[in-house]
Protein backbone atom coordinates (compact mmCIF):
# COMPACT_ATOMS: atom_id res chain seq x y z
CA UNK A 1 0.00 0.00 0.00
CA UNK A 2 1.47 3.48 -0.95
CA UNK A 3 2.50 5.56 2.01
CA UNK A 4 0.02 8.61 1.23
CA UNK A 5 -3.39 7.54 -0.54
CA UNK A 6 -5.37 9.88 -2.09
CA UNK A 7 -9.02 9.24 -3.02
CA UNK A 8 -10.71 10.07 -5.52
CA UNK A 9 -8.05 9.75 -8.32
CA UNK A 10 -10.19 11.32 -10.40
CA UNK A 11 -13.58 13.38 -10.28
CA UNK A 12 -15.56 14.95 -12.99
CA UNK A 13 -18.07 17.53 -11.40
CA UNK A 14 -20.18 20.38 -12.03
CA UNK A 15 -19.68 24.35 -11.08
CA UNK A 16 -21.55 25.13 -7.59
CA UNK A 17 -21.11 21.86 -6.33
CA UNK A 18 -19.38 20.52 -3.33
CA UNK A 19 -16.45 18.31 -3.47
CA UNK A 20 -14.46 16.47 -1.21
CA UNK A 21 -10.77 14.75 -1.65
CA UNK A 22 -9.51 12.66 1.18
CA UNK A 23 -6.01 12.07 1.78
CA UNK A 24 -4.54 9.00 4.23
CA UNK A 25 -0.76 8.08 5.57
CA UNK A 26 0.93 5.70 7.05
CA UNK A 27 3.97 7.16 7.52
CA UNK A 28 2.98 8.29 11.11
CA UNK A 29 4.15 12.04 10.43
CA UNK A 30 2.68 15.02 12.19
CA UNK A 31 2.70 17.63 9.49
CA UNK A 32 0.72 17.21 6.50
CA UNK A 33 -0.33 19.82 3.51
CA UNK A 34 -2.73 19.90 0.27
CA UNK A 35 -0.98 21.18 -3.02
CA UNK A 36 -2.18 22.31 -6.45
CA UNK A 37 -0.49 21.88 -9.35
CA UNK A 38 -1.75 23.76 -12.79
CA UNK A 39 -0.63 22.41 -16.03
CA UNK A 40 3.17 22.64 -16.83
CA UNK A 41 3.43 24.34 -13.55
CA UNK A 42 4.85 23.70 -10.11
CA UNK A 43 3.06 23.29 -6.93
CA UNK A 44 1.06 26.03 -4.52
CA UNK A 45 0.50 25.64 -1.54
CA UNK A 46 -3.42 25.34 -0.16
CA UNK A 47 -3.31 24.49 3.74
CA UNK A 48 -1.09 23.07 5.63
CA UNK A 49 -1.53 21.13 9.02
CA UNK A 50 1.29 20.36 12.25
CA UNK A 51 -0.85 18.33 14.35
CA UNK A 52 -4.28 17.41 14.54
CA UNK A 53 -5.26 20.54 16.19
CA UNK A 54 -3.26 22.79 13.95
CA UNK A 55 -4.28 24.10 10.99
CA UNK A 56 -2.57 26.64 8.65
CA UNK A 57 -3.74 28.80 4.91
CA UNK A 58 -0.90 28.44 2.16
CA UNK A 59 -0.51 30.89 -0.15
CA UNK A 60 -3.52 30.36 -2.61
CA UNK A 61 -6.51 29.04 0.51
CA UNK A 62 -9.61 31.28 -0.83
CA UNK A 63 -12.14 28.95 -1.63
CA UNK A 64 -11.20 25.63 0.26
CA UNK A 65 -11.49 24.25 3.14
CA UNK A 66 -9.77 21.38 5.50
CA UNK A 67 -10.70 19.44 8.01
CA UNK A 68 -7.57 16.82 10.11
CA UNK A 69 -9.95 14.25 11.09
CA UNK A 70 -6.85 12.33 12.65
CA UNK A 71 -2.91 12.07 12.12
CA UNK A 72 -3.33 9.70 9.40
CA UNK A 73 -6.48 11.67 7.48
CA UNK A 74 -6.48 15.19 6.36
CA UNK A 75 -9.39 15.88 3.79
CA UNK A 76 -9.90 18.86 1.52
CA UNK A 77 -12.82 20.97 0.37
CA UNK A 78 -14.56 22.68 -1.97
CA UNK A 79 -17.82 24.65 -0.75
CA UNK A 80 -18.67 25.50 -3.77
CA UNK A 81 -16.41 24.60 -7.09
CA UNK A 82 -15.67 26.73 -10.03
CA UNK A 83 -14.06 25.68 -13.50
CA UNK A 84 -10.80 27.69 -12.21
CA UNK A 85 -10.39 24.93 -9.72
CA UNK A 86 -9.90 22.47 -12.31
CA UNK A 87 -6.27 20.84 -11.27
CA UNK A 88 -4.08 18.71 -9.84
CA UNK A 89 -4.26 18.57 -6.10
CA UNK A 90 -1.47 16.43 -3.81
CA UNK A 91 -1.76 15.71 -0.51
CA UNK A 92 1.73 15.38 1.43
CA UNK A 93 3.21 14.58 4.63
CA UNK A 94 6.46 15.68 5.98
CA UNK A 95 9.36 14.42 7.76
CA UNK A 96 12.80 15.37 8.69
CA UNK A 97 15.98 13.59 7.40
CA UNK A 98 19.17 12.76 9.01
CA UNK A 99 20.05 15.70 7.46
CA UNK A 100 17.85 17.74 8.89
CA UNK A 101 15.52 18.72 5.65
CA UNK A 102 12.14 18.46 5.68
CA UNK A 103 11.34 16.29 3.03
CA UNK A 104 7.83 15.85 1.66
CA UNK A 105 5.97 12.41 0.43
CA UNK A 106 3.18 13.01 -1.79
CA UNK A 107 0.37 10.92 -2.70
CA UNK A 108 -0.73 10.18 -6.50
CA UNK A 109 -2.54 12.89 -6.49
CA UNK A 110 -6.33 13.70 -7.41
CA UNK A 111 -7.31 15.22 -11.08
CA UNK A 112 -10.48 17.32 -10.54
CA UNK A 113 -12.27 18.95 -13.61
CA UNK A 114 -14.96 21.85 -12.41
CA UNK A 115 -17.35 21.98 -15.96
CA UNK B 1 8.64 37.76 -2.70
CA UNK B 2 11.83 35.47 -2.56
CA UNK B 3 11.54 32.70 -5.16
CA UNK B 4 12.94 29.97 -6.76
CA UNK B 5 13.23 29.80 -10.56
CA UNK B 6 14.36 27.73 -12.87
CA UNK B 7 16.56 28.53 -16.21
CA UNK B 8 15.33 25.89 -18.69
CA UNK B 9 11.43 24.56 -19.09
CA UNK B 10 12.36 21.94 -21.11
CA UNK B 11 15.77 19.84 -21.74
CA UNK B 12 16.64 17.29 -24.33
CA UNK B 13 19.26 14.63 -24.01
CA UNK B 14 20.93 11.60 -25.78
CA UNK B 15 20.34 8.88 -23.54
CA UNK B 16 23.74 8.17 -21.98
CA UNK B 17 24.74 11.45 -21.64
CA UNK B 18 24.82 13.28 -18.77
CA UNK B 19 22.06 15.88 -18.03
CA UNK B 20 22.24 18.83 -15.96
CA UNK B 21 19.08 20.98 -14.98
CA UNK B 22 20.00 24.23 -13.16
CA UNK B 23 17.65 26.25 -10.61
CA UNK B 24 18.02 29.45 -9.41
CA UNK B 25 17.14 30.84 -6.03
CA UNK B 26 17.01 34.33 -4.17
CA UNK B 27 16.38 33.79 -0.75
CA UNK B 28 19.79 33.48 1.44
CA UNK B 29 18.87 32.11 4.45
CA UNK B 30 17.43 28.82 3.06
CA UNK B 31 19.35 25.87 5.01
CA UNK B 32 18.11 23.12 2.58
CA UNK B 33 17.95 23.00 -1.17
CA UNK B 34 15.56 20.01 -2.55
CA UNK B 35 15.38 18.37 -5.75
CA UNK B 36 11.56 16.20 -6.53
CA UNK B 37 11.26 14.30 -9.52
CA UNK B 38 7.68 13.45 -10.82
CA UNK B 39 6.80 10.83 -13.87
CA UNK B 40 4.14 11.60 -15.82
CA UNK B 41 0.74 11.19 -13.23
CA UNK B 42 2.26 10.62 -10.01
CA UNK B 43 3.54 12.82 -7.26
CA UNK B 44 6.68 14.29 -6.87
CA UNK B 45 9.63 11.94 -5.57
CA UNK B 46 12.50 13.35 -3.44
CA UNK B 47 15.61 12.66 -5.61
CA UNK B 48 18.54 14.80 -3.01
CA UNK B 49 18.87 17.61 -0.40
CA UNK B 50 21.72 19.77 -0.17
CA UNK B 51 22.54 21.60 2.91
CA UNK B 52 23.26 24.85 2.61
CA UNK B 53 26.51 24.59 4.58
CA UNK B 54 27.90 22.11 1.45
CA UNK B 55 28.68 22.67 -1.96
CA UNK B 56 28.26 19.42 -3.36
CA UNK B 57 26.42 16.28 -2.35
CA UNK B 58 26.28 12.70 -4.21
CA UNK B 59 23.42 10.08 -4.44
CA UNK B 60 23.16 7.33 -7.06
CA UNK B 61 24.16 8.60 -10.22
CA UNK B 62 22.74 11.76 -9.09
CA UNK B 63 24.93 14.88 -8.26
CA UNK B 64 23.65 17.93 -7.08
CA UNK B 65 25.51 21.60 -6.62
CA UNK B 66 25.37 24.61 -4.71
CA UNK B 67 27.15 27.92 -5.28
CA UNK B 68 25.81 29.98 -2.78
CA UNK B 69 28.21 33.42 -4.49
CA UNK B 70 25.99 33.42 -7.28
CA UNK B 71 22.81 31.70 -5.87
CA UNK B 72 22.81 28.49 -8.30
CA UNK B 73 21.42 25.29 -7.53
CA UNK B 74 22.25 22.29 -10.29
CA UNK B 75 21.45 18.38 -10.40
CA UNK B 76 23.50 16.30 -12.64
CA UNK B 77 22.21 13.15 -13.57
CA UNK B 78 25.00 10.78 -14.93
CA UNK B 79 24.19 8.36 -17.97
CA UNK B 80 20.70 9.73 -17.90
CA UNK B 81 18.22 6.81 -18.72
CA UNK B 82 14.42 6.39 -20.67
CA UNK B 83 13.47 6.05 -16.63
CA UNK B 84 14.64 9.68 -16.26
CA UNK B 85 11.75 11.26 -18.46
CA UNK B 86 10.18 13.36 -15.69
CA UNK B 87 9.84 17.22 -14.53
CA UNK B 88 11.99 18.04 -12.23
CA UNK B 89 11.68 20.37 -9.39
CA UNK B 90 14.25 22.21 -7.12
CA UNK B 91 12.58 23.64 -3.70
CA UNK B 92 14.38 25.47 -1.05
CA UNK B 93 13.47 25.39 3.22
CA UNK B 94 14.72 26.63 6.33
CA UNK B 95 15.10 24.73 9.59
CA UNK B 96 12.84 27.10 11.16
CA UNK B 97 10.15 27.07 8.71
CA UNK B 98 8.40 23.36 7.30
CA UNK B 99 7.17 24.90 4.69
CA UNK B 100 9.07 24.51 1.11
CA UNK B 101 9.51 27.60 -1.54
CA UNK B 102 9.28 25.73 -5.13
CA UNK B 103 10.68 26.36 -8.17
CA UNK B 104 8.27 25.77 -11.67
CA UNK B 105 10.43 22.64 -12.54
CA UNK B 106 11.90 21.51 -15.86
CA UNK B 107 10.93 18.72 -18.25
CA UNK B 108 13.28 16.41 -19.23
CA UNK B 109 13.26 14.56 -22.46
CA UNK B 110 15.22 11.71 -22.83
CA UNK B 111 16.24 11.06 -27.22
CA UNK B 112 16.64 7.50 -27.85
Known amino acids: DADVTQTPRNRITKTGKRIMLECSQT?????MYWYRQDPGLGLRLIYY???????NKGEISDGYSVSRQAQAKFSLSLESAIPNQTALYFCATSGRLISGANVLTFGAGSRLTVL | GESVGLHLPTLSVQEGDNSIINCAYS??????FIWYKQESGKGPQFIID???NMDKRQGQRVTVLLNKTVKHLSLQIAATQPGDSAVYFC???????????WGAGTKLIIKP
Open chain 1, 49 to 55: SFDVKDI
Open chain 1, 27 to 31: KGHDR
Open chain 2, 91 to 101: AETWSSNYQLI
Open chain 2, 27 to 32: NSASDY
Open chain 2, 50 to 52: IRS
